[in-house]
């Protein structure tokens, strides 16, 4: 039995080029989220991060 007409998706050859941005547009990141449940997802990431930053200070003060 022959492979020769399967190929593995990660062997494929690659442009070396890749996609080209100018500075100006690779700068414009722009955070979407659509769903209320993505939202509330970020927000207490933002939050939690210095929340348990706070707490391990405390802790190895304690």
């Known amino acids: 039995m022959s492979d020769q007409g ?3 998706p990660s062997e494929a050859p690659h442009d070396k080029r890749g996609l080209t941005r100018s ?3 690779a700068r414009q990141g722009r955070i979407i989220l659509r769903k209320r449940w993505q939202r509330v997802v970020f927000i207490a990431g933002l939050v939690g991060i210095p929340v348990v930053g706070v707490a391990l200070t405390w802790l190895a003060a304690a």
């Open 6 to 8: 399967k190929t593995d």
């Open 23 to 25: 500075a100006l547009e």
